[in-house]
């Protein structure tokens, strides 16, 4: 069945280090993918999307490309900040009409140090 | 637009009580999702509705675990007898159909079952 994998956390970077977390999938057709963050005691939020192969989602200096060649959707940043530490969680979307169900990975914590 | 609503932020219960968590999807919105999340096992995707219609209840851990949809405007996940392994934090989220994919989750209850 489809399924999302990411790496492993929690991730250490002093502020203003580049970021990279990989996220890779496995999905029968053409699902959409995302990235939703949770800061923490908050329910997830959508950081950003891509629904076709190619296409980079970007937000708040977040961008990830949908890679349908190596089935991957790695999330960066240039310069992280102490207020991007979190939980990233990679998603795809479900082979189930247009209901919205997405398939979560499971998440990885960002640190960030001053 | 007020978000989706969950009530009560916090629930504090002794084992063998019955739990209501409540929930208010954003208007308009066709699809609904609880969600349970713990250190050990991640966001786990408990039960989905679409159209009020319950569509995918495999995620419910056992027979404890009830919801509805009596409407499309309120949904209810309870759990009854309760148990100390059911303390988590319990998110719902909606979807508005049409292909969109995009979920909004509420800010969660954290429940404790002494």
């Known amino acids: 069945g489809d399924s999302v994998t990411q790496m492993e956390g929690p991730v250490t970077l002093s502020e203003e280090a580049f970021l990279t977390i990989n996220c890779t999938y496995t999905a029968t057709g053409y699902p959409s993918l995302f990235w939703y963050v949770q800061y923490p005691g908050e329910g997830l939020q959508l950081l950003l999307k891509a629904t076709k192969a190619d296409d980079k989602g970007s937000n708040k200096g977040f961008e990830a490309t949908y890679r349908k060649e190596t089935t991957s959707f790695h999330l960066e940043k240039g310069s992280v900040q102490v207020s991007d530490s979190a939980v990233y969680f990679c998603?795809?979307?479900?082979?189930?009409?247009?209901?919205?169900?997405?398939?979560f990975g499971q998440g990885t914590t960002l640190q960030v140090k001053p | 637009d007020a978000g989706v609503i969950q009530s009560p932020r916090h629930e504090v219960t002794e084992m063998g009580q019955e739990v209501t968590l409540r929930c208010k999807p954003i208007?308009?919105?066709?699809?609904l999702f609880w969600y349970r999340q713990t250190m050990m096992r991640g966001l786990e995707l408990l039960i989905y509705f679409n159209n009020n219609v319950p569509i995918d209840d495999s995620g419910m851990p056992e027979d404890r675990f009830s919801a509805k949809m009596p409407n499309a405007s309120f949904s209810t996940l309870k759990i009854q007898p309760s148990e100390p392994r059911d303390s988590a934090v319990y998110f719902c989220?909606?979807?508005?159909?049409?292909?969109?994919?995009?979920?909004?989750f509420g800010a969660g209850t954290r429940l404790s079952v002494l």
């Open positions: 989220a909606s979807s508005p159909n049409g292909g969109k994919n995009i979920q909004y």
């Open positions: 998603a795809l979307s479900g082979l189930s009409g247009n209901t919205g169900k997405l398939i």
């Open positions: 208007s308009g919105h066709n699809s």
